[in-house]
């Protein structure tokens, strides 16, 4: 038995990152880039290494140049809390297990450490495949909470449920996570939306690293917690911006939501340090009349354009500064 699940990089288009704080985002799937896990019966349970969890080097110079890349954690720990939550969830809702073993190994080509979803997106794979070699059938509003859980309990990365949705529903999706819903229902409310009804939108990130998003959110969840009054009102506010973005796409107008990601960033600007390299994609972007703001937490940004001539004006301008733009696949081929 072999089997083969995927699961692709995500761009928050509007809202986030109010999605860790009872907000309201909307997200967009990029097929272009995927995590993919690999299951097969085996004598023994294995998690088989990615280059990203090699502890051997050539050089110190190839050691340095791995941990840019990949940071100092790999992708084992992230299978590994994925199975014990896996199991876990099981044991606690009575649904029997076979008792055969397997192999796990898997790849990814999400680029790191850029805000695209990568680690959520391997433990998404994860549990694909689990769930079909188990034969368990789990409800697809729940799973987004338990690939979090895996993140937040089990290895303690700060994050919100934004990335699990759209990853485990694809398309287009606006979520709506006000607690009343997650503490009743343990998850927020989702509507998939209509992907006709993006008016065009490019994403383009870095090809040098950025820092990871645990230091933006650890340090945006303190102030929260201390109830910092910029930041509670700052939830707030993309909070709106994603209602009003959903409103004008339901409504056949997404060609008017340009200015409402260009505030989501002005806003974060305002009320966070950002890196000069981020910040200077964003105004590269709309130097040439695209709007502009992050997919995540820095290091990728997401935007609209109005025609080829001005994608070709971002590309023009942003490539110089080692910046990979594309127009990002959404729908199934």
């Known amino acids: 038995m072999l089997i083969?699940?995927?699961a692709y990089a995500r761009a928050g288009l509007v809202g986030?990152?109010?999605d860790g704080y009872f907000g309201k985002t909307i997200s967009f799937i990029v097929r272009d880039y995927?995590?993919?896990v690999t299951l097969f019966e085996s004598p023994e349970l294995r998690i088989e290494p990615?280059?990203?969890?090699?502890?051997?080097?050539?050089?110190?110079?190839?050691?340095?140049?791995n941990v840019?890349?990949?940071g100092y954690y790999g992708g084992i720990r992230l299978l590994k809390a994925g199975v014990k939550r896996f199991f876990e969830y099981c044991q606690k809702n009575g649904i029997p297990m076979h008792g055969r073993n397997f192999t796990l190994r898997y790849s990814s080509n999400i680029p790191p450490q850029v805000g695209m979803a990568g680690s959520s997106a391997i433990i998404t794979a994860c549990w694909r495949v689990l769930?079909?070699?188990?034969?368990?059938?789990?409800?697809?509003?729940?799973?987004p909470s338990l690939v979090l859980a895996v993140e937040n309990e089990e290895l303690g990365i700060p994050a919100g449920l934004q990335d699990r949705v759209i990853q485990n529903y694809e398309g287009v999706v606006f979520m709506d996570f006000n607690r009343a819903a997650i503490e009743k229902l343990g998850h927020g409310l989702y509507e998939e939306l209509d992907p006709a009804s993006l008016p065009?939108?490019?994403?383009?990130?870095?090809t040098r690293l950025s820092e990871g998003t645990e230091v933006l959110h650890n340090d945006l969840r303190g102030r929260w917690n201390r109830g910092e009054r910029d930041v509670v009102s700052a939830m707030y506010q993309w909070a709106n911006l994603a209602q009003r973005v959903r409103d004008m796409l339901v409504d056949g107008r997404g060609g008017?939501?340009?200015?409402?990601?260009?505030?989501?960033?002005?806003?974060?600007?305002?009320?966070?340090?950002?890196s000069q390299g981020n910040v200077d994609m964003v105004e590269g972007a709309r130097e040439v009349g695209a709007s502009a703001k992050f997919t995540g937490s820095g290091g990728a940004i997401v935007g609209t354009y109005e025609d080829d001539a001005m994608f070709e004006k971002l590309k023009a301008v942003l490539e110089p500064m080692n910046v990979m733009v594309l127009k990002p696949q959404i729908l199934p081929k």
């Not at 769930?131 to 799973?143: A, L, P, R, S, T």
């Not at 065009?200 to 870095?206: H, W």
């Not at 409402?260 to 806003?267: A, G």
Request: some cysteine; charged content about 35%.
């Open 16 to 18: 986030n990152p109010s």
């Open 68 to 70: 840019r890349q990949f």
């Open 131 to 143: 769930m079909e070699f188990y034969g368990v059938e789990i409800d697809k509003k729940i799973v």
């Open 50 to 65: 990615n280059e990203r969890d090699h502890s051997v080097f050539t050089s110190i110079e190839e050691l340095t140049r």
């Open 34 to 36: 995927w995590a993919e």
């Open 256 to 274: 008017e939501i340009g200015p409402l990601l260009n505030e989501n960033f002005d806003l974060r600007r305002r009320i966070c340090k950002l």
């Open 200 to 206: 065009p939108v490019y994403i383009a990130y870095t």
């Open 4 to 6: 083969q699940k995927k």
